[in-house]
């Protein structure tokens, strides 16, 4: 799988709420005076800060009218459990903000998985502009775990990165946990790709990536490379602590 964005673009900051803050602006700023924008979300625990920021410093000053979301992964429970993204995002931001309902478009963790990954790949191809056989996002929020993995693509899943789908389902290595998730080819059609990877936990992995060493291309995140896209990191000092110790590949 290629492994070069059109441009890439890292920023670091001093800690995880500088990251959700700085994120938050360079979000506000790129939605000014665009119309129709379709952004896939990420989950887990970095996106809280930035979410709860959102809403609170740009709540009201941005036109939700023209935002559409979307998830790039959801854990397979249904919204009401503590696990789901999309219930997290609801808690965070959607209760917060004056987005109408038809323009925010969950995966249904509580439906059977095989099904919903269907479901959810078909209106993906109806509400997106295509490329490649794929969906093209203006723009998608990724995460990292401490394995590498993103979305909800894992590093015993490689197939993953070079599937046809646009959506497949997945299991958590550890957990067991039955996951949907977009696949390789879907992120990497995107106009823009945004990491946000924050903490010590991640230091290994973003240092192993960024340096191309010790086994980076069995780490899930290292294949995004939107083709025809930019690629951002917004990370902070302490995921860094690896990547600033030697030259950048
Ligand atoms: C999910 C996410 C996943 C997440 C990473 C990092 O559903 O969990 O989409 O890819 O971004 O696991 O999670 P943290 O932000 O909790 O470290």
Redesign the pocket.
Known sequence: MQNQPKTMFVNIYHNSQEVAEAFALFLFTWLQGRSRTTIAL??????QALFRHLAEAYGGRIDWQQVHFFW????CVPPGHPDS?YGMTKKMLLDRIAIPETNVHRIRGEDDPSGEALRYGKLLHRQLPLRYGQPVFDLII????DDG????IFPDQPQLLLAKTTCAVTRHPKSGQL?ITLTGPAINNAENVAFLVT?GTKAEKVGAIFHRTSGWQGFPAAHVAPKEGNLYWFLDHAATEEMVKGDLQ
């Not at 790039?72 to 854990?75: A, I, L, P, S, T």
């Not at 990724?142 to 775990?145: A, I, R």
């Not at 993995?149 to 909800?152: D, K």
């Open positions: 990420s989950g887990g625990s970095t996106p790039g992964d959801e854990r993204n990724l995460g990292m775990g993995h993103t979305a909800s996951r903490g």
